[in-house]
């Protein structure tokens, strides 16, 4: 394939110069495009170029040949304007490229072309190398390729054979080319290609542009070095008197600064002269660009001299690479980050993973991404944070192993990740010496406090990190101001623009620290003691939020803390402190509950199997647990769960418990059709009405419009759903708000009042949606559901059951399944033949079993019958019959 890529010399000045006359001008500068394009059986690539340029394909490079030629003809003999006389620049060039999406291109034959072009000036047509041997015997009549020699193109990589391509109806002489070899500089030949960086290197430049010192800053291994050379690559000709590097990362004598310097410029000592000011002399009239890489270890001798050359020098721009910001003022700092991670939905494609595939296939040539290997690519990138260096040190594993084995042997990523290349700097040779190199520049304060920051898991807040980072001789006042010099250092990260700034670790960061941390006799577990503390005062402090008005506000926090809720609970089994887990996951228990219920139990069982805790405590935690197990379809341990945890509650003199200890005893004497479910209830309404309490309130009111709508009394049901959605507006929790709307909606469909139940249905969702409560979104979208089927549309009927079934199944919400499925039942039963509707009925049956939901199990039997008899199973219809019977045989009335 070969591309041609081009643009307009001097386009900004035009469009400064003549804006509305150049709207005209482009307009037909593309059509121009398209025409020559298709009439040389080119294609031109969507949504690539940027400003007045343009990308095309070719699949001979005679075409293309052919198609420059012809073009430039066109735009010589246009009629533009009176002012503007456009002068195009094109370049030529042929390989192999990736294609990203249909009609669009990516890789390093497109990167080198636009390299290429950027030597040109207007109206000149460069051709590659590898063009110019596919063409040399194929060139349009009258054109020939004069050779312009080698030329070292701006992606710093291999000189590339430069020829210019001539006819008699084009310009033939021109200036020389804009190559690195025009201008003086040291920048060194890189022997690997620059991948990605697209962003950092329009953000970097920008800020060049603007201001005369500029820091880059990152972790160690993050590229900074990289971008800082490609940046001044692509800066030479604002530069005209030089740009030149200056690698700081061998010198250990703050002394020989000023020497480095000199050395690196070509200047040299002047004798009774000081360094300093011979080079402020040198550059006192120059426009020249300093790269002073690696200085984080000689802070104080860079910003000396930074600040006296800036001062005295008004043509010197300054670019400095550093793992914090060097602290001179006018300084503008550039964080880089790590390279791009692939999306949890996408393919794979990103530049962490690039850089994977481009640097293995050095070292396996026949390395390419495939379906195979893509997911252990994805899965080291992520892991290693997008680090350039790791990822690098990564794929030279390729040589012997497999991407999935080194997937596998990340756990030990120092021990794998080594052996980096001879030539390289000692602390680029492996990852854990990268590290080394940062950590040594610590103070002994900043040490322990990155090492006590090992214990979080995924973010932290500052509040979080005052308790866990103080002792010994850090009080919590410091941290603030420690946590900030890390950050500096760029070993660790700030997250969001939320309210409230949070932090992280990198995974690579937090392996090196956790081993420090270990190190320490006792001083691992006195930060997870620490850690452990702070989150149960925390669920404390959330308890009572989760149920009122701030729900939203603190599910969000404890969003963010998820993985620190875990770590917490994993200690607190880990170190024997049951109780200190039971007091977390009770606290927190309506935050599990959106989601987690599985997880919740399964944390929850080591602490409720020993019997920890105080009568209350455990009476409230069996509550919960029964609640959950319910969810789950776990009936058998809902039972004595609820039991138990009534009979603690009895015994302690307590009202609000008491009435959450009835409410819950209610539901369960409800699924199995007691005749106490009603008294059970009502006496708990009674005593937590009188007690202000809203959210069992709230919870038995729904129970006794359950009751109302097993009856068939859906007017009364209607009554109670409308006492509980008072309660829940009352208490401004949208979760209650959402899970009352979901039982007025059943309500009023079941009194056919079809458009009422169908807008309160929408709000639900929307309610819900606030809070990603999942069960009544899912139970509400089923009755959508049938709300559709009770309309005849049977396929959005589907289509919401459906809905409804991806929502609940992820998280095993049993109700949410078996609701799901019996609508979607009724409406397969309508759509085709009887028998399509069997297995929908079987599962919803085993989930409706599973939760003890005698009514909804009789009713779904009773379904499955009338299914049989239309099949011709009378037989089978009769026992069904006969079932569901069985199961009502005592009702609550």
Same mark, same amino acid.
């Given at each position: ?6 643009? =307009? ?22 059509? #121009? ?10 294609? @031109? ?9 343009? #990308? ?7 075409? +293309? ?50 390299? &290429? ?27 020939? &390729? ?67 010192? #500029? ?38 004598? +703050? ?40 200085? *984080? ?80 690519? =994805?899965?080291?990138?992520? @892991? ?18 497999? %991407? ?86 760029? &070993? ?6 939320? !309210?409230?700034? @949070? ?40 308890? #009572? ?70 009568? !209350? ?75 202000? *309490? ?81 069960? %009544? ?56 033949? %009887? ?56 009702? !609550?009335?």
């Amino acid at each position: 394939m070969t591309f041609v890529l081009a643009d =307009v010399e001097g386009s900004t000045r035009l469009w400064e110069a003549h804006p509305e006359a150049m709207k005209s001008v482009v307009g037909r500068l593309n059509a #121009v495009i398209d025409e020559t394009v298709d009439a040389h059986s080119g294609v @031109r690539p969507v949504e690539q170029g940027e400003g007045d340029s343009f #990308v095309a394909a070719f699949s001979r490079a005679s075409d +293309a040949v052919s198609f420059a030629v012809d073009f430039q003809r066109r735009i010589a003999s246009e009629p533009w304007p009176d002012g503007i006389d456009l002068a195009v620049r094109i370049a030529l060039h042929s390989g192999e490229p990736h294609l990203r999406d249909e009609g669009n291109y990516m890789g390093e034959v497109l990167n080198r072309c636009a390299r &290429l072009r950027a030597l040109a000036h207007g109206g000149q047509v460069l051709v590659s190398g590898a063009t110019a041997d596919l063409v040399i015997d194929h060139l349009p009549d009258g054109a020939f &390729l004069k050779d312009l020699g080698l030329h070292r193109l701006r992606d710093l990589t291999r000189a590339e054979r430069v020829g210019q391509l001539c006819h008699p109806d084009l310009t033939a002489t021109f200036p020389p080319l804009r190559s690195l070899d025009r201008l003086p500089n040291n920048l060194p030949l890189q022997l690997t290609t620059f991948v990605g960086r697209g962003d950092e290197m329009i953000g970097s430049a920008r800020l060049l542009a603007a201001n005369r010192m #500029v820091t880059l800053t990152g972790a160690g291994g993050a590229g900074k070095t990289r971008l800082a050379v490609q940046l001044a690559a692509e800066r030479l000709e604002d530069h005209p008197d030089g740009v030149w590097l200056v690698d700081l990362a061998p010198v250990s004598d +703050a002394a020989r600064v000023a020497a480095v310097v000199a050395g690196a410029m070509g200047v040299s000592e002047v004798p009774s002269e000081a360094l300093a000011d011979t080079l402020v002399r040198e550059l006192r009239d120059a426009r020249v660009l300093v790269v002073l890489d690696n200085c *984080e270890h000689l802070l104080d001798a860079c910003v000396g001299l930074t600040e006296r050359l800036l001062r005295s020098c008004p043509g010197l721009t300054i670019l400095a690479t550093s793992r914090e910001p060097l602290g001179v003022e006018g300084e503008a700092s550039y964080r880089v980050p790590s390279l791009g991670l692939p999306a949890d939905d996408g393919d794979g494609s990103c530049e962490s993973v690039e850089l994977f595939v481009d640097r293995a296939a050095l070292v396996r040539p026949t390395f390419t991404l495939t379906h195979d290997n893509a997911s252990a690519v =994805v899965e080291i990138c992520r @892991r290693l944070d997008g680090i350039p260096l790791a990822i690098e040190l990564a794929a030279a594993r390729c040589r012997a192993l497999a %991407p999935a084995q080194i997937a596998t042997q990340l756990s030990d990523r120092f021990g794998l990740l080594a052996g980096g290349r001879r030539a390289a700097l000692p602390r680029q040779r492996t990852l854990e010496a990268s590290v080394d190199w940062s950590y040594e520049l610590l103070t002994d304060d900043e040490r322990s406090v990155l090492s006590r920051l090992a214990v979080f898991a995924g973010g932290f807040s500052l509040e979080a990190a005052e308790v866990v980072c103080s002792g010994d001789s850090i009080e919590a006042w410091r941290v603030v101001d420690l946590l900030t010099s890390l950050v500096d250092k760029s &070993l660790v990260q700030v997250e969001g623009d939320g !309210p409230a700034t @949070r932090f992280r670790l990198l995974e690579t960061i937090r392996h090196y620290a956790r081993a420090k941390l270990i190190a320490v006799d006792g001083e691992a577990a006195a930060a997870r003691d620490r850690h452990l503390g702070f989150f149960v005062a925390l669920g404390e402090r959330a308890r #009572v939020a989760l149920v009122g008005r701030d729900m939203v506000a603190w599910l969000s926090r404890l969003d963010d803390e998820i993985d620190n809720l875990r770590a917490a609970h994993d200690w607190a089994d880990e170190s024997g402190r049951l109780e200190a887990s039971l007091e977390l996951g009770e606290s927190l228990w309506v935050f599990w509950q959106r989601r987690y219920f599985g997880e919740w139990l399964e944390r929850m069982r080591p602490a409720l199997t020993a019997g920890v805790g105080d009568q !209350p405590l455990r009476a409230r935690a069996l509550l919960a647990a029964a609640w959950m197990s319910w969810n789950v379809g776990d009936f058998d341990s809902a039972v004595p769960a609820a039991e138990e945890g009534s009979r603690i509650a009895a015994e302690v003199d307590d009202g609000p418990l008491l009435g959450h200890a009835l409410d819950v005893l209610g539901w369960q004497a409800l699924s199995l059709l007691e005749e106490r479910a009603d008294a059970l209830l009502e006496q708990a309404v009674e005593l937590l009405r009188a007690a202000g *309490e809203h959210w069992f309130l709230a919870d038995a009111l729904w129970g006794l419009a359950a009751i109302a709508i097993y009856r068939g009394e859906h007017s009364t049901a209607c009554g109670w759903a409308i006492d509980a959605l008072a309660v829940s507006r009352e208490s401004g929790n949208p979760m209650l708000v959402a899970r009352s709307l979901m039982f007025l909606v059943i309500a009023r469909a079941n009194l056919g009042q079809f458009a009422d139940a169908e807008r309160l249905a929408l709000e639900a969702i929307d309610t819900a949606a606030l809070v990603q409560d999942e069960l %009544p979104l899912a139970v509400t979208q089923a009755w959508l559901g049938w709300l559709a089927l009770a309309r005849g549309d049977i396929a959005t009927g589907l289509a919401l059951c459906d809905e409804a079934l991806a929502l609940s199944r992820p998280h095993n919400l049993a109700f949410g399944i078996a609701m799901a499925l019996w609508t979607r039942a009724r409406g397969e039963y309508r759509s085709s033949s %009887p028998g399509a509707a069997v297995p929908s009925l079987e599962e919803a049956e085993v989930y409706l079993a599973a939760m003890g939901q005698a009514w909804a199990l009789a009713c779904c039997k009773a379904m499955a019958a009338e299914v049989a008899l239309a099949r011709g199973e009378t037989e089978n219809a009769g026992r069904l019959v006969d079932e569901g019977l069985a199961l009502v045989g005592s009702s !609550p009335s």
